[in-house]
Nanobody
Framework: QVQLVESGGGLVQAGGSLRLSCAAS????????MGWYRQTPGKQRELVAT???????NYADSVKGRFTISRDNAKNTVYLQMDSLKPEDTAVYYC???????????????WGQGTQVTVSS
């Protein structure tokens, strides 16, 4: 029904930058919020950043001032620009989108497959 495809992860040195992208496709009537979470082994998935349809944003305290979330509604795509990366940013990053797939249904969260970000010291 719906697919979220992420790209842009990889290995970078501390202080470097990466840009993640996540494109939603499939049976989409509308998308409300979109965003990114991350997870490391043995820990719960944690919020990184979210952006509403109207571009209102929310960030985890740990990434404020370093990460920037944005979206292109025409492309159903959300981006995460990550600057001044730190080793503690190393994680699998998952995008999500709150999507309505049918005019008779309510919105539901859909998730990407995850992309690995590794920051070396």
């Amino acid at each position: 029904q719906v697919q979220l495809v992420e790209s842009g992860g990889g290995l970078v040195q501390a202080g470097g930058s990466l840009r993640l992208s996540c494109a939603a496709s499939g049976s989409i009537v509308s998308i409300n919020s979109m965003g990114w979470y991350r997870q490391t082994p043995g820990k719960q998935r944690e919020l990184v950043a979210t952006v509403s349809f109207g571009t209102s944003t929310n960030y985890a305290d740990s990434v404020k001032g370093r990460f920037t979330i944005s979206r292109d509604n025409a492309k159903n795509t959300v981006y995460l620009q990550m600057d001044s990366l730190k080793p503690e940013d190393t994680a699998v990053y998952y995008c999500y989108a709150n999507i309505r797939t049918d005019y008779r249904s309510t919105n539901k969260n859909w998730w990407g497959q995850g992309t690995q970000v590794t920051v070396s010291s």
